[in-house]
T-cell receptor
């Protein structure tokens, strides 16, 4: 069975500083990885995905993620955090067979202080 | 949230009642999903549907039922058999079949509270 771990419940960063939200995964076969963001009482918004190719994936709102196969990680990064980036972030991995559903991590709350 | 609507936004249920959550999409997506979100647990898959008139149980289907009579609609019924239904429910869809690698698009969610 596949799984996703987000080891930090909350990440605090000052505005203008770089941010990293960590994600590790476990899946048989090739991983298909996704990051989503959720604002309070809203649905999830897609940020970026890794399917194949370059290990550094660029996405929406200046976010990027680095895929590391040897460490089975897919950390979300941004060079300069904004207060408006404060939200709940989810990492997910897609099943490679059968129902192809997404398995989500438990989420990491990002707080950016002005 | 564009293209997927969920209603109502807030729903209150009394003990023993069945309630139905609506999910409609105008994206012409084939596959649709229902997830349940609880604090600190991420999202868990309740049911999914790849095509009209077909649906499959997810990881936590007990106490829930769905139908897929139209491509654009995938309503979820929370039955009285669901012992702890208070949660935030999210509907999602994705283009193509579930064999594609497209991202899922999410609706704005319905918050269900049992009184």
């Amino acid at each position: 069975a596949q799984s996703v771990a987000q080891p930090e419940d909350q990440v605090n960063v000052a505005e203008g500083n770089p941010l990293t939200v960590k994600c590790t995964y476990s899946v048989s076969g090739n991983p298909y990885l996704f990051w989503y963001v959720q604002y309070p009482n809203r649905g999830l918004q897609f940020l970026l995905k890794y399917i194949t190719g370059d290990n550094l994936v660029k996405g929406s709102y200046g976010f990027e993620a680095e895929f590391n196969k040897s460490q089975t990680s897919f950390h979300l990064k941004k060079p300069s955090a904004l207060v408006s980036d404060s939200a709940l972030y989810f990492c997910a991995v897609r099943e490679n067979t059968g129902r192809r559903a997404l398995t989500f991590g438990s989420g990491t709350r990002l707080q950016v202080q002005p | 949230d564009g293209g997927i609507t969920q209603s109502p936004k807030y729903l209150f249920r009394k003990e023993g009642q069945n309630v139905t959550l609506s999910c409609e999409q105008n994206l012409n997506h084939d596959a649709m999903y229902w997830y349940r979100q609880d604090p600190g647990q991420g999202l868990r898959l309740i049911y999914y549907s790849q095509i009209v008139n077909d649906f499959q149980k997810g990881d936590i289907a007990e106490g829930y039922s769905v139908s897929r009579e139209k491509k654009e609609s995938f309503p979820l019924t929370v039955t009285s058999a669901q012992k702890n239904p208070t949660a935030f429910y999210l509907c999602a869809s994705t283009p193509g079949t579930t064999s594609s690698y497209n991202e899922q698009f999410f609706g704005p969610g319905t918050r269900l509270t049992v009184l």
